[in-house]
């Protein structure tokens, strides 16, 4: 009787909820799209064809902001016609203001501060992933994609073949786009919906004006789009493009010794490649590179780790940052694409040497797509070239490999579950190696790395819910020789004396760990919202052959709580605060991280923002702070922070950020950031992004002595010192526009950063932060500047430790032409020029000068050109 009950309770829930959404698809908004003959309609931005006379125009806009469901200051219509090639979208963009429209031109695929029109297309009807096509009043055109149900993130990646064109008359502007249909994905059905939304962002009033508000207290995106319909017998695309391109190069360099044999100061050569997309099916794209060149790509900013994890840089290679949202999931990061064509893994060391700066990729290919209606598939390979190095030493010269043969591989399989964009999915990822015979890289290298893991999302009560979650896996294969090293790697420290929880073993030949993760939150509501996880890597749980990973052995537990105003006031259009804590521990129940943080944000009434945030990291144990030595304890450390921005929207907008921190041993870190747009008419954008921050911390780390140390410290000597650190950076950009499709682009970085080590000491204890410094206790320190070298002796033992002190002077710098000279089809100009040099040993204070002082170093020169043209075979 009670399972009847249930049954009837479950099946009343469930055809309530079918009835709300019903009743909801009752209140969606409609559009009808109207079918016109192929090629009769020219794009020219003036909405003055024959064709317009008979679409159906929608004019009924609201406000998001200022006013939610306001009734926008200028009026708004918005047409759609298609062939069986193109759909066109057609907009009459009115203002009173027709004169004071803004004519700031900016690079494809970012935003200025000027009116802008969006489409935005929900071609798979899935309520859940879609594209955006925007245009700015001069016509510089941006696209992204909404890889889930939510307004933000957005893709900016996406890159299809399209036009737009605008025109500006007496009564405001008007809009003319042509998207081909073999640019979008959808189903091969003979009547399409699609889901639709427009936007139009006026900076002149401050208003967000949307065809379809989603209102502020909930989540959504595509859920709420209106439908379009009326688009009939049009099929998808199984086309084939082809993106040829020839590249030409040289460079020289300032430093260059004439003995050297492979470096006569200039180098060059030339580069063929090219890229291929194709449709297989309806619903799925084949991209494939082939010898990519990745020229125009900006450098990378200089750099100075002094932690005992790599620095990881963000993805600027256009065939690996597009659809990468994809490869993304509820967890650890799976899949890094900087990976493939990295640095080799062996640094050669001799009189001369010669290698490359990087992996060359032979090529790549990505398979993204729909396999049915719900289902979401995507796969990316890559094939890196064997790489050689060559040392010369008493006149004879050696090839060694460097880097083996690769094959990199990630696979991603989502599928979409019930009406409020559930999702669960499934991801794998591996990473093959072939090394020469005889070749030692194998005790570099794994020769096998696998991981993956399932993923899934469930939202429910309409989406206001989420429960989220991930189990993953990782596996590893390689000699011993690497397997031990990954044992004693900064992610797991199994060589630690006092864990007894984990064990080195040098014999091993692979290691297999596992991931997990679960996190609820509450995501929609006018004021309160909440979350809490929990999440876990086992100590043998291994991603850095094609992922991210800081550290296994962890356990970590986090729950926070939102407050927030979102119907604005008089002096103010929405704030927000948070409270959040977290904790984690290791395998072997060590506490080793408590916070908590109170964090806040508000949009005040002229769309300036400011922020601040106070946390607190209570003293703890860290298994990673001696690099494989015994549990140490951390400081116990207090940090606020602040920052306001003036309104993007203006000509000229500015902002600060400031942070300052401080322990309980008397260290303290302060950094301040600056930005700076200005617009000087309407082709010029000047950037500039200053950063000064300086440091004092009595415990960095500087080495391990694995002799003479006391029984307190398992016979080791675990060597800290007192840093002192200062760094400025300025980062600058000036950008000319000569067309929408036309730009030079200037990017400078000086860097300067110095360090200068003090008190020198080890550690006196496990488990304490307490420092026997030398010169105390017996023992004494001898500095000698000829050998830049300081000794020390304690009792009968005595060792040396070089000088860690540093000045750095890096200069990143590049001249960008490039020209956009059909549709889809690119020339670019680039030149690079990147110098680097230090202060030496007589000065480790930054002063403001030294900025200058980066462009007297040595370094090199990099001056290419490349064209590409976009083929459009079928």
Known sequence: MNSIKSILVIALLLATTSNITDASERD?????????????????????????????????????????????SDKTEVAILYDNEFLYVGARLFSDHANELRQFLNKRDTQAPTEQFIVTLDTYFDRRTSYGFGVSVPGVRFERYHSTDAEHPRDFSFNPVWEARTVTDDSGWTVEMAIPFSQLRFHDIEKQTWGINFNRWIPRVFEDVFWVVVPRDESGWASHFGNLTGI?????????????????????????????PFNDRYSGNVRVGGDLKMGLGPNLTLEATFNPDF?????????????????????????????????????????????????????????????????????????????????????????????????????VTTKHEVEPLAS?????????????????????????????????????????AFSGGFDWNWRFAGGAYEFTGLAGFSHVEGSAGKISDLQNSSARYFNRPDADHVEFDETRISLTGYTGTLRFQKREGKHWLYFAGVSTESPEFELNDLGILYGGDDIDSWAGLVYRETTPSSWYRNWRVELETYRSW?????????????????????LWNSSFDISHDFAAMSDSRTRGGPLMATEDVWEIGASTNSSFQEKFSYGLNATY????????????????????????????F????????????????????????????????????????????????????????????????????????????AGTNDLRVYGTDGTTI???????????????????????????????????????????????????????????YNRYSVRPGDLFNTFSGDGTDFLAFKISYWIPIS
Do not use: C
Not at 594 to 606: A, T, V, Y
């Open 295 to 395: 020229g125009q790509v900006e450098a990378d900013a200089a750099q100075v780790n002094l932690s005992q994890y790599e620095t990881f840089f963000p993805e600027k290679r256009p065939f690996f940052t597009e659809g990468s949202q994809l490869f993304q999931v509820n967890g650890p990061n799976f899949f890094y694409s900087r990976r493939i064509g990295a640095s080799p893994h062996v640094y050669l060391d001799g009189e001369f040497t010669d290698q490359p700066s990087n992996t060359s990729i032979i090529g790549a290919a990505k398979l993204t797509g729909r396999l049915n209606q719900k289902t979401s598939i995507g796969f990316l390979t890559a094939i890196t070239s064997r790489e050689y190095g060559h040392i010369f030493s008493s006149n």
């Open 232 to 260: 009939e017998n049009i099929k998808p695309s199984r086309r084939l493009e082809l993106l040829p391109y020839v590249a030409t190069e040289g460079s020289s360099t300032d430093n260059f010794d004439e003995g050297d």
């Open 28 to 72: 969606r908004k409609q559009m009808q799209a109207t079918r016109i003959v192929d090629g009769s309609l020219k794009i020219d931005g003036r909405l003055d064809d024959q064709n317009w006379k008979q679409a159906e125009f929608v004019t009924d806009f609201k406000q998001k902001e200022p006013v939610e469901n306001g009734v926008p």
């Open 690 to 765: 200053p950063q000064f921050q300086q440091l004092d911390l009595p415990r960095q780390f500087v080495t391990t002595i694995y002799e003479g140390g006391p029984t307190s410290t398992f016979g080791n000597r675990y060597v800290f010192a007192n840093i002192e650190q200062t760094e400025i950076r300025a980062q600058v950009r000036l950008n000319y526009f000569f067309t929408p499709d036309l730009s030079l682009e200037i990017y400078a970085e000086p860097f300067v950063s110095s360090g200068q080590y003090t008190n020198y000491g080890e550690l006196a204890a």
């Open 661 to 688: 921190a401080w322990d309980d041993l008397d260290g303290w870190f302060y950094s301040v950031r600056g930005n700076m747009t200005l617009r000087a008419g309407d082709k010029i954008e000047f950037s500039f």
């Open 782 to 840: 001898i500095d000698s500047t000829q050998i830049k070298a300081h000794f020390i002796t304690d009792g009968a033992d005595s060792f040396e430790l070089l000088y860690d002190d540093f000045s750095n002077l890096s200069f990143r710098s590049s001249i960008v032409l490039r020209y956009e000279f059909l549709p889809g089809s690119t020339a670019y100009l680039v030149w690079q020029r990147n110098l680097e040099d230090s202060f030496g």
């Open 586 to 606: 290791n395998y072997g129940s060590t506490w080793t991280g408590q916070n908590i943080e109170l964090d806040g944000s508000i949009m005040w009434k002229n």
């Open 408 to 448: 990199y591989n990630v696979f991603r399989l989502q599928r979409e579950l019930g009406n409020n964009g559930s999702t669960a999915g499934l991801i794998l990822t591996g990473a093959m190696r072939n090394f020469d015979k005889g070749s030692n890289i194998a005790a570099v290298l794994n020769k096998r």
